[in-house]
């Protein structure tokens, strides 16, 4: 059974950091893109930040984000981490860990693309 868990959401105020961790198993994600996506109350599911397959791996971010969210992945853990620093209220969302067969040159920013998914995990924060 494939399976994506995310943790380390969190109640946090403006300014502090957190930092998401998505455990994967069931199969090799090594060779899968992998992405973060947010979705507010009221609000359509976005792109975060995305990670290519490889280990020094391409990374992408939303303009939202950039400068404050980092992302990275260990494939031997078949795990991937979301830093996110300098946190904003409307950073407040459910976050969610997703990975792509997607093997094309454009990072895939569109979550129609992604073949898996985790239950997600809150982030609130305060101002």
């Known amino acids: 059974q494939v399976q994506l868990v995310e943790s380390g959401g969190g109640s946090v105020q403006a300014g502090g950091s957190l930092r998401l961790s998505c455990a994967a198993s069931?199969?090799?994600?090594?060779?899968?893109?992998m992405a973060w996506f947010r979705q507010a109350p009221g609000k359509e599911r976005e792109f975060v930040a995305g990670?290519?397959?490889?280990?020094?791996?391409?990374?992408y971010f939303a303009d939202s984000v950039k400068g404050r969210f980092t992302i990275s992945r260990d494939n031997a853990k078949n795990t991937v981490a979301l830093q996110m620093n300098s946190l904003k209220p409307e950073d407040t969302a459910v976050y969610y860990c997703?990975?792509?067969?997607?093997?094309?040159?454009?990072?895939?920013?569109?979550?129609?693309?992604?073949?898996?998914w985790g239950q997600g995990t809150q982030v609130t924060v305060s101002s």
């Open positions: 997703a990975a792509t067969t997607w093997s094309g040159r454009v990072f895939p920013l569109s979550d129609v693309a992604y073949d898996y």
């Open positions: 069931g199969r090799t994600f090594s060779r899968d893109a």
């Open positions: 990670i290519s397959w490889r280990s020094a791996g391409n990374t």
